[in-house]
């Protein structure tokens, strides 16, 4: 059996024709050794920056239309084959991210509201998962990682997190990205219940807190993504 299924075919229509032409490389194939996992051997998208991009100090607000949900959805449809949590990353039961994100927050204590965000996160860790089958996801899915074209979302690029587990994670950027009016956009386009969208809200906590006092001093624009975000699970 191969690591990882092939990528699925894509097309996209051509701007100057307006006929719809493949844009999958037709190297990349399911027994293919140059293939190692979803996304490998794409074609490559332009773009003209990240979400970021032109300037930092929070994350710019999302399109009108929030982060292309369908791409979520694409990917969550691929088959596992049978594949589980691999035990490391992120992806597995929120309980097991506890430690840390305690340690986390027991050095944060200057840097933002810990009693607030304690008793968000035991709730979030307590959030029940009725459907326990895990499903592809991206696993990073943070404003750096959205490439941007004329201020639409062209790609999601960093695939070095890609696994198989809580499609929950992958509803980080509601929080580490979208204002509050976007975020419920993006939760009922993506049809998502009360314990999935508490444990994604869970999954952008455990990435701000541990964030925010590792990079504080070395990497302002990491803190101040992680302020954002922990200001926004919050709300």
Known sequence: MAPYPAPPRRSETDS???????VTNESARKDSPSTPRPGAGHGWRRGNGTVH???????????ARPARHW???????????????????????LATEDTDVRAA???????TD?????EVWERCRDAPRDDPADLWIHGDLMPGNLLVRDGRLAAVIDLGAVGV???????MPAWNLLDAGSRETYRRALGVDDATW??????????????????????PV???????????VLD
């Open 114 to 118: 810990t009693a607030a965000l304690t």
């Open 71 to 93: 791409r979520l959805t694409a990917l969550r449809g691929i088959d596992t084959g049978g594949r589980v949590w691999s035990g490391t990353g992120r992806g597995g039961r």
């Open 16 to 22: 100057t024709s307006g006929s719809r032409r493949d």
């Open 105 to 111: 927050l027991a050095v944060s204590g200057a840097l």
């Open 53 to 63: 991009s032109g300037g930092y100090g929070r994350p710019r607000a999302a399109p």
């Open 165 to 171: 587990g809580d499609p929950a994670v992958d509803l």
């Open 222 to 232: 990491m803190a101040d993504i992680a302020r954002h975000t922990l200001r926004a």
């Open 198 to 219: 508490e444990r994604g809200r869970g999954w952008a906590l455990v990435q701000a807190i541990n964030a925010l006092p590792y990079y504080v001093r070395s990497n």
